[in-house]
């Protein structure tokens, strides 16, 4: 284990799990309807690639980055910016929002709001994570991998100051090492 990681939250085997129980209730739910993935950039890269091998029928999928967290900083200020817009239409198409991770609902709210304006068909989401003690803007996770205690978590794709994505399991971290910053 990565001596920065106090301890796991979420194992390589749980991870398997959800990703394979997610793809099959996915490929049900979407069949005949080559929906647009969009995975938001970039915590739910890692999460996306797993959770499509997954899915057996035809689907498309697209990028985007947005922010709502500044720099050092592990609060949310509500302040959604994109970052990378999508290159696809989302005008009658059938949208899976893809996220890493769910915690005070800013960026979906957001999300989901201009994905509307922009004409989709339908809209939901996938989270792998679910911080639901966090939750102050109201929005339903459709597909949800694992839901999680209040606490900061970084690994299979999340990270802390950009480090930390490439672990495979989630983790939290020591305390010294935000304090030590
Ligand atoms: P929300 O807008 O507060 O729901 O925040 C969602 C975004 O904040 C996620 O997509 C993550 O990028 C980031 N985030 C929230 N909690 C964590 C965490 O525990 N670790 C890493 N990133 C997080
Ligand atoms: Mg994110």
Partial sequence: MNSDIQRVLVSEKEIVDA?????????EDYAGKNPLFVCILRGAAMFMMDLIKNIDIPLEYDFMDVSSYGGENTVSTGDVKIIK?????????????????????????RLIELFNTRHAKSIRIVSFLDKPSRRIKHVHVDYNGVKIPDEFVVGYG???????RNLPYVGVLKPEIYSSK
Avoid: A, F, H, P
């Avoid at 817009?85 to 709210?109: A, C, H, K, Q």
């Avoid at 999340?158 to 930390?164: P, S, T, V």
């Fill in 158 to 164: 999340m990270d802390y100051n950009e480090r930390y």
């Fill in 85 to 109: 817009d999508l290159d696809t239409s989302l005008r009658d198409r059938d949208v899976v929002i893809v996220e890493d991770i769910i915690d005070t609902g800013y960026t979906l709210d």
């Fill in 19 to 27: 990703n394979q129980r997610l793809g099959k209730q996915l490929s």
